[in-house]
C-alpha cells in the first residue's frame, strides 16, 4: 500500500498514490462503504503515521480499503485527483529524529577517495538533519544557499520510517518495527567552510562537513511511503538518481554495508526509536563530487526507487 501526503484546494489530506493518480481517502471511504456495506472511519486530518504497520490504528482498515480498490477500479476513476492537479506534500513531515547515514556503500567510499572497512571491523555512522527546517516536498524547489552555493550536490537513499517504538531490538526482529519506506535525496554542501578567513582548529573539516548537511530544504522526502508489509526484503531495491534527465546513480540496496535491520537494531541499542522516526540509509556512487558536477538554479533531479516512486525536485 502506498499512502501520500497531499494538498488540493487548500486542504492537506491523505490518499493513495498510484503514481499519476490520487485516491483521497476522504473520497474512497464513503464509496468503499456504499458498495460493500462495510463502515470504515478514518481520523480528520493529514497524520500518515497512524495508517503504518505494525501497530498503526488505521493500518488494518487502510489496508482492506485499499486492497479492495485495486481488485474494483472500475468506475472510481471520478473518485481519484491527477497528480499533477494537486500539492505532493513530505510524506512524514515532522519526524522527532532525522537520523542519516555515512558512507554505507563501499563504491560511494571508494569514489571519495576512501578504504571501505568489512561490516565486521567498523560499525555505522550516523549524523542529524533538523527535521523541522531541512525536510522538503516533492516537487518543491530546493534553495542554493547564498553563504556557500557552488558545491551542492545529489544523494538518493533509501528511507526508512519507523512504525513502533524499538529500544534494544535484536537484528532478527528489527524489520518488524519498521512501518514503511520512502525516497530521500540527502542533499550536499560538499565545501561549506564558515568565516573562511578563520584560524584552523582540530576538528574544523568534521563540523564544516556537519554543517554542510543542515542547510534549509535540504533533505526533500516522498513522493509517498510504501508501507513495510509490502517489502518482503528492503534489500532488493533499484535506485537511480538523474540530473536533468541523466542518469547519475543507479544500484541496488543490496549493496549496502549494513543494511536495514542491522541499522535499526544499532540505533535501538542506545537510541529510543519511536514512531514516525525516519532513517536514510546512505547513498551509492555517483554522487557529483566525484566528478566535480555541482547543482545549479534550473537542474532538475529525479530520486527514483522501483516500487515506491519518483521523488522530483527543482534547484533554485
Not at 569514489?111 to 516533492?138: D, Q, S
Not at 520510517?161 to 512501518?179: D, F, M, N
Not at 538518481?241 to 540496496?253: M, R
Request: proline share 8%.
Amino acid at each position: 500500500m502506498r499512502l501520500c501526503r497531499f494538498e488540493h484546494e487548500g486542504k492537506a489530506q491523505l490518499g493513495l498514490y498510484h503514481d499519476r493518480q490520487i485516491l483521497p481517502l476522504t473520497e474512497a471511504a464513503p464509496f468503499y462503504e456504499e458498495r460493500t456495506h462495510r463502515k470504515v472511519a478514518f481520523p480528520a486530518g493529514d497524520d500518515l503515521v497512524p495508517f503504518l504497520p505494525p501497530d498503526g490504528p488505521q493500518f488494518a482498515a487502510a489496508r482492506e480499503l485499499a486492497a479492495w480498490f485495486e481488485g474494483n477500479l472500475q468506475g472510481t476513476d471520478r473518485l481519484a485527483v491527477k497528480a499533477s492537479a494537486v500539492r505532493l506534500l513530505a510524506p512524514i513531515p515532522r519526524p522527532n529524529k532525522l537520523l542519516l547515514l555515512a558512507g554505507n556503500y563501499a563504491s560511494h567510499i571508494e569514489e571519495g577517495g576512501g578504504v571501505a572497512v568489512a561490516r565486521a571491523k567498523t560499525f555505522p555512522y550516523f549524523f542529524m538533519k533538523p527535521p523541522t527546517t531541512t525536510i522538503n516536498h516533492p516537487e518543491a524547489p530546493i534553495s542554493i544557499p547564498a553563504v556557500s552555493p557552488r558545491h551542492i550536490d545529489w544523494e538518493c537513499e533509501l528511507g526508512v520510517v519507523i512504525g513502533k517504538r524499538a529500544k534494544g531490538v535484536s537484528e532478527a526482529e528489527a524489520l518488524s518495527h519498521v512501518g514503511a519506506y520512502t525516497v530521500v535525496n540527502d542533499i550536499s554542501d560538499r565545501r561549506f567552510k564558515p568565516n573562511p578567513g578563520r584560524e584552523k582548529r582540530e576538528r574544523d573539516e568534521f563540523f564544516d562537513w556537519l554543517h554542510g548537511k543542515w542547510h534549509d530544504g535540504f533533505c526533500p522526502i516522498g513522493p509517498c511511503v510504501l508501507t513495510a508489509d509490502a517489502v518482503p526484503d528492503p534489500q532488493k531495491f533499484h535506485l537511480t538518481l538523474k540530473v536533468n534527465g541523466q542518469v547519475k546513480q543507479d544500484a541496488s540496496t543490496a549493496l549496502m554495508i549494513f543494511p536495514v535491520a542491522a541499522l535499526v537494531a544499532f540505533i535501538s541499542s542506545f537510541v529510543t526509536l519511536e514512531t514516525g522516526d525516519l532513517i536514510s540509509t546512505g547513498t551509492p556512487s555517483g554522487v557529483g563530487a566525484a566528478t566535480g558536477t555541482y547543482l545549479k538554479p534550473g537542474d532538475r533531479l529525479e530520486a527514483a526507487i522501483d516500487g515506491i516512486g519518483v521523488l522530483r525536485n527543482i534547484m533554485a
